[in-house]
């Protein structure tokens, strides 16, 4: 009876995980990997977030090295794009986080018209997006004092 036991309690246990794992596997959108360079002024552009947003759907994310190159993330597990139209949004700008590492705020250094005035976009059918930007126009810093409204400093 013991034995019987066991066996039925494994069997259902290995059930169990094998649904847990078919649920897991794969599961989510249908994603394109994007991955590419950011450069401003000719130059690569260091710890710049690169935010894929699409008209429906969750952004992906990708964060610049030093030699400007990024790989778009949908989550902290999947990296890719959902397909279509996306609005590219590019910044510097970080606020303080200790227990990431930034130690305080970190001003934008990229013109509003490529974040919080995008005018760039994509459709995601490649898997490749270099961006070149250039500095001409007005940079947009969070003004703190006033609510979090932001304001230019060009």
């Given at each position: 009876?013991?034995?019987?036991?066991?066996?039925?309690t494994r069997?259902?246990?290995?059930?169990?995980?094998g649904?847990g794992?078919?649920?897991?596997?794969g599961?989510?959108?249908?994603?394109?990997?994007?991955?590419?360079?950011?450069?401003?002024?000719?130059?690569?552009?260091?710890?710049a977030?690169?935010?894929?947003?699409?008209?429906?759907?969750?952004?992906s994310?990708?964060?610049?090295d030093a030699?400007?190159k990024?790989?778009?993330?949908?989550?902290?597990t999947?990296?890719?794009v959902?397909p279509?139209?996306?609005?590219?949004?590019?910044?510097?700008?970080?606020?303080?986080?200790?227990?990431?590492?930034?130690?305080?705020?970190?001003?934008?250094?990229v013109?509003?018209?490529?974040?919080?005035?995008?005018?760039l976009e994509?459709?995601?059918?490649?898997?490749?997006?270099?961006?070149?930007?250039?500095s001409?126009?007005p940079?947009?810093?969070?003004h703190?004092?006033?609510?979090?409204?932001?304001?230019?400093?060009d």
């Open positions: 009876m013991k034995q019987q036991l066991k066996q039925v069997g259902c246990l290995l059930a169990l995980l649904m794992l078919v649920g897991c596997g599961s989510g959108p249908s994603l394109k990997p994007v991955a590419g360079t950011v450069t401003l002024d000719g130059q690569p552009l260091a710890n977030r690169v935010v894929f947003e699409p008209d429906e759907g969750r952004a994310i990708g964060e610049t030699s400007g990024y790989e778009a993330r949908y989550t902290g999947r990296t890719g959902l279509g139209k996306q609005t590219i949004r590019i910044s510097t700008y970080r606020l303080a986080d200790p227990d990431s590492g930034i130690e305080t705020n970190q001003a934008e250094t013109p509003a018209k490529y974040n919080i005035q995008s005018t994509v459709d995601i059918p490649a898997d490749t997006y270099d961006f070149a930007l250039d001409q126009g940079i947009i810093q969070p703190q004092e006033s609510g979090g409204r932001r304001r230019s400093t």
